[in-house]
């Protein structure tokens, strides 16, 4: 097969002239997109950036053609992969409509400096074949870290969740987790390529060494998944959790005189759940994110005492609000815990979306920008990650896309290191009903799904709109409710494995370890390493 694509590759060589070679670029960054959710072909993926690796970086072309060239496929890549940002922005077109070229271009733009400053890097400083194809995957991996922790924190699209349809293959974000699962898949692509470019120029042993390595990695990925998977059973608590998916669109929940309606409808829905043919009460339910349609305060006594008639004795109530806290008046973007008690347990949200839930620097805007943001509210953060005691379970909850940060919303034990022993199930509520039935709330499942897989803990997921699952600790979907669509799932809760993850206790250490001895093996064959390669041939 790889010859093959080498044989397709080969031919795009008629595509001379620098139109056609960008034409080209972005062709193969679209169909890069291909390899995520919702599509989950993965071979596309590879395939485009084993292109991106062949025939731009390794290409002896000048400065200005490799820079334009990587940029369209960087930009195309984003874009097609992104394109669901610019949903929300045509709910209110008239307003919002002239934000919607920032979100098809500019943030895909951004984002492509990943790309470019990685392969302007390994192509400067390394010279090789040899050298890039080592380089090349700690380099990107390096700034993919960079990229989802410090500019705007959107660490989203990463190669490894282009894995996300293969189970066996995910197993191993349970050693290293997303970094270190995008760094293997990009050492894998830049072994195609390189594989692909040394047979081009007749050097057959070379050719087959790279492909050799490159197939030794997915052997590597796929018998240990197959070798932690082997006679897996779920295993259950005596918890039994409720969640309930009403799938109510944004335009619905933006439409205040639908409140009480919508609220109505959680209402019912709970309701059915402890009526179900299981005919087993739930011991808590579980409502999406900003479910209770109202700004939340712990003194709203009728509120309360109606979210408390649905729930049976001594069953609680886990549901996402705009919470106001009655003494600092600061508002948030919560989860509450309500039970038959007076006490209400509460979640702050701490990773709020720029650009959604706060406007950064919104004061230094320019007059016209800040009057088409002036309809977006800036939520205050929350204190810290916190674990709640919940029956007999110890709890951690996520709102929206603070799941796509690994560990971050794990709190920190005595060591300083995410308490994730201490943990016994995570909790994500989520609304991508802003996004509607585009490829978002199946590339949020996924990665919510990389979370469970990466500690070793089960993660219920409540969405508004979709996608609601519940996932054992091997990433197993055990029960899912389809987007658009309303229902409730009534299931146990699966028990966390036992002795937890290896990812679980060393974070993105070994991920660190792996970019430093792939930047010192590139360095080594610049330096000494040449003449043995060379004696090969």
């Known amino acids: 097969m790889t010859y093959k694509c080498c044989a397709y590759l080969k031919n795009c060589k008629k595509y001379s002239s620098p139109r056609s070679r960008y034409g080209m670029c972005c062709l193969m960054g679209l169909l890069g997109s291909a390899g995520f959710a919702q599509y989950n072909i993965t071979a596309m993926f590879l395939l485009s950036f084993a292109y991106l690796f062949a025939k731009i970086i390794c290409n002896k072309d000048k400065h200005r053609n490799f820079a334009w060239s990587t940029f369209w496929f960087s930009v195309f890549f984003y874009a097609s992969n992104l394109?669901?940002?610019?949903?929300?922005?045509?709910?209110?077109?008239?307003?919002?409509?002239?934000?919607?070229?920032?979100?098809?271009?500019?943030?895909?733009?951004?984002?492509?400096?990943?790309?470019?400053?990685?392969?302007?890097?390994?192509?400067?400083?390394?010279?090789?074949?040899?050298?890039?194809?080592?380089?090349?995957?700690?380099?990107?991996?390096?700034?993919?870290?960079?990229?989802?922790?410090?500019?705007?924190?959107?660490?989203?699209?990463?190669?490894g969740y282009a894995w996300c349809c293969h189970e066996v293959f995910l197993q191993t974000l349970s050693i290293y987790g997303i970094y270190g699962l995008s760094v293997i898949t990009m050492s894998m692509i830049t072994s195609m390529g390189a594989s692909y470019v040394f047979y081009n120029e007749g050097k057959v042993k070379s050719a087959a060494i790279a492909l050799a390595l490159s197939l030794l990695l997915l052997l590597g990925m796929s018998s240990y998944g197959l070798m932690r998977l082997h006679n897996h059973q779920t295993k259950y608590t005596n918890i039994r959790a409720g969640v309930v998916q009403c799938n109510l669109s944004q335009e619905e929940k933006n439409d205040e005189s639908l409140d009480y309606a919508n609220l109505l409808r959680h209402l019912h829905s709970s309701n059915l759940l402890n009526f179900s043919e299981k005919s087993k009460e739930v011991d808590f339910i579980i409502w999406p994110e900003a479910s209770i349609p109202y700004l939340y305060r712990d003194d709203m006594v009728a509120l309360n005492a109606r979210l408390r008639s649905i729930l049976p004795d001594k069953s609680y109530l886990i549901a996402g609000t705009v919470r106001e806290d009655v003494f600092t008046a600061k508002t948030h973007n919560s989860a509450i815990i309500i039970g038959h008690d007076k006490n209400i347990l509460k979640y702050d949200k701490i990773h709020l979306v720029p650009f959604g839930e706060y406007i950064p620097c919104r004061k230094y805007l320019p007059a016209q920008i800040s009057s088409i943001a002036s309809n977006i509210g800036d939520f205050d953060v929350g204190c810290a990650p916190k674990i709640l005691q919940l029956k007999e379970l110890s709890?951690?909850?996520?709102?929206?896309?603070?799941?796509?940060?690994?560990?971050?919303?794990?709190?920190?034990?005595?060591?300083?290191?995410?308490?994730?022993?201490?943990?016994?199930?995570?909790?994500?509520?989520?609304?991508?009903?802003?996004f509607g039935q585009t490829s978002e709330p199946f590339q949020h499942l996924q990665i919510c799904r990389s979370r469970a897989i990466e500690c070793g803990i089960p993660l219920i997921r409540a969405a508004n709109f979709g996608i609601s699952a519940i996932f054992d600790g091997y990433g197993i979907e055990l029960a899912s409710i389809a987007i658009n669509t309303a229902g409730t799932i009534n299931a146990f809760v699966p028990k966390k494995i036992p002795g937890g993850t290896i990812y679980a206790k060393y974070g993105d250490t070994i991920f660190w370890i792996m970019v430093l001895l792939l930047l010192a093996t590139a360095i080594f064959v610049k330096y000494v390493g040449s003449i043995a390669w060379r004696s090969i041939e």
């Not at 709890?395 to 290191?417: M, R």
Request: proline share 9%; hydrophobic share 55%.
């Open 395 to 434: 709890i951690i909850l996520c709102i929206c896309y603070e799941c796509v940060f690994p560990l971050e919303f794990i709190p920190k034990n005595a060591k300083g290191c995410p308490d994730v022993e201490n943990v016994d199930l995570m909790i994500n509520l989520t609304n991508d009903a802003w």
């Open 83 to 159: 394109y669901w940002l610019a949903f929300p922005l045509t709910l209110d077109f008239r307003t919002h409509g002239i934000l919607i070229p920032v979100a098809l271009i500019l943030i895909p733009s951004f984002l492509s400096l990943q790309i470019i400053v990685a392969a302007f890097v390994t192509r400067k400083y390394f010279h090789t074949i040899h050298q890039q194809a080592l380089a090349f995957p700690a380099i990107i991996g390096v700034m993919l870290y960079i990229f989802g922790h410090f500019p705007i924190e959107f660490p989203w699209i990463l190669p």
